[in-house]
Structure formats: C-alpha cells, structure tokens
C-alpha cells in the first residue's frame, strides 16, 4: 500500500449505549475519504450537521466508505449523499441482504422468537425492535447511491492511496474493515472490530437465519485480522489504539468465557435460550445479548457438545 503523508480526524457522536460514543474518521490526502458517517441525528428540531461536528463540509469529502449497515455507523448517508458528490464505497453482500423481501425475512424473525421461550410481552417487544431495524436499513442504507460494491479482500485505488477491503463478520455478516498506510504505519479502520476495551457483540443478521454462523465467522474474522501487519486502529467505539493483535487476544479470550459460560449452563437443561440467556446475562442485556446466545448454541450443538430438541412450539438445549 502507498505511503503518504496524511491527517486522520476522529469525527464523535454522542450514543445513549456505552461507551457512549460511536466514531467516524476523515482521512485527508488528495482526496479526501470518510470511514463510516456516524449515527442520524437525535434532534429533529435542531439537528445536527455533519459538517457541525469537524473541520471538513460535506462537499470536501470525496470517498465514503462504510463498515456495515448499523443505525450507528450508517446513519448519516442520505445527509452525506445529499450534500457531497462523495462515491460511497459498501459490503456487496449487504445490497444482496437488504434486497430480500422484508415479509420473508420478518417471517424468520418471528418463528425464531417464537421457539426462544421468552414470555408473550418480551417476544412482542422484540419483534418490534427486530422489524423496526429491518425496515430502517432497507430505508436508510441508501442502495441506490453506492457506487462501488466491495468484496472480501478486495484493493480499490482511492486517488493516490490504495484501500484493503477486509470481510471480517460476526458482529454483522456484511463487516469488513478497511486498512491502508498513513505516515508509514498500517492503520486499520475497523468499525465495530478490535474494540478497547470490550468485544462488540455477536449479531451476525440479528434473529434472521445468520446467527447461526456468528461465532464461527468472528473467530475466522479474528484469523483473518491476526495475519495482517497492523500498527495502529481506529475503531468506531473506544480509543484509537497502537495494540491491535492483543486487542484481538482479548475478543478471543472474550468469546472463548461466553461459550463456556453457555455449556456451563447447559448442565441444568434442557432449557430454552431464554433461560439460558436469563441464566448467563444480566438481566438489561438479554435481549440485545440473545442473538449471541442463539449462535453459541448452535455453536455447541454442531460441535457435538449440546443437543438441541424441539417440544411443541418451544426448542431446548441440553448437555
């Protein structure tokens, strides 16, 4: 990758969640190019602008380049788009993803709630929050203004500077990570990926039939990433760091507790994800937690160290 001499902004947007930021960057040089667009403004009667938050008006920026489809990361798209003659770079698998019929996919949703054993009310508020989700990225993950869709692995020329596309799924099955060299060093843009000082959680496509795979393909992800050089990340949570492969030790080992944790409660089974989720979590994360929970059961069960049955309407897991 070409080395040059360039500025990396950190442009911060204040998140209700902790840590209670998310992050987009700037990166300077020839052309000018924006890593992720930050979260849709929460104000909508004095809304904040993009240009509101750095140096850089949205008709400097020249390249977008987005990390997966997240409110968080991608909620500022259609501002960027309207604003700038910005080329906006995204995950090819998440036009494919999105382009699913929604009934389709919420119907998946629904049968996947129904079989978890949460009661009536906690399963209705979850449909709601899934469905709510599906809708919002088939609303505003702007299909139709990305110029460049990306696969894994690929190398795109941005001006004078070369960009590595990395396909590195889990937390979403579309993330990739973006790495180029900037004063000598090899810095990745890593979206939801090698976080300090927690591990992003395991949603994959959430409660769509993606879950299945999320722990499988976080750690194939962390493999990926471990065989780079990389000197320096810029996360979209947490502080810009210079310890890349520890930080990666860290979402392993991380991992590694919440399946163990899983099967250890397996020896009181059978019980429903729901119980296994109330078992392991506290009692605020289980339902954002509960797609993890679903993939590390299947995780166990295709690895031979659960079984999974289906009684009635319900499926139960056991050691």
Not at 153 to 165: F, I, L, S
Not at 299 to 304: A, I, T
Request: aromatic share 8%; hydrophobic share 35%; charged share 30%.
């Amino acid at each position: 990758m070409l080395e040059s001499t360039a500025t990396i902004s950190r442009v911060e947007f204040s998140m209700e969640f902790p840590p209670g930021h998310v992050s987009a960057y700037v990166l300077d040089g020839d052309e000018v190019i924006l890593f992720d667009t930050g979260p849709a403004s929460m104000s909508t009667e004095q809304p904040v602008s993009f240009a509101d938050q750095c140096d850089y008006a949205l008709e400097e920026i020249d390249h977008v380049f987005l990390t997966h489809p997240h409110p968080d990361h991608v909620g500022r798209l259609r501002e960027l788009v309207e604003g700038s003659d910005a080329d906006v770079y995204a995950p090819l698998t998440a036009r494919d993803r999105l382009s699913r019929p929604l009934e389709t996919v919420t119907d998946r949703i629904r049968d996947t709630i129904a079989q978890s054993g949460f009661d009536r009310s906690e399963r209705e508020q979850m449909y709601d929050d899934e469905t709510h989700l599906q809708r919002w990225m088939r609303t505003n993950f702007l299909v139709d203004a990305v110029d460049h869709w990306l696969v894994d692995d690929q190398r795109v020329t941005v001006g004078e500077r070369t960009v590595d596309a990395i396909w590195t799924p889990g937390h979403h099955a579309d993330h990739h990570c973006y790495a180029t060299t900037v004063d000598g060093e090899s810095v990745l843009f890593s979206g939801d990926m090698g976080i300090e000082p927690f591990r992003a959680v395991l949603l994959n496509n959430r409660l769509d039939r993606e879950y299945h795979n999320a722990v499988v393909s976080y750690r194939r992800s962390l493999d990926r990433l471990e065989k780079r050089t990389i000197d320096r990340i810029f996360p979209g949570h947490g502080p810009v760091h210079d310890a890349p492969l520890e930080s990666f030790r860290d979402d392993r080992a991380s991992l590694d507790r919440r399946i163990e944790g899983v099967s250890d409660a397996l020896v009181d089974g059978p019980m429903t994800a729901a119980d296994v989720s109330e078992d392991v979590l506290e009692e605020a994360h289980a339902m954002h937690f509960f797609p993890e929970i679903l993939s590390t059961l299947t995780y166990l069960v295709n690895r031979g160290q659960a079984s999974r049955e289906r009684d009635r309407d319900l499926v139960y897991y056991a050691r």
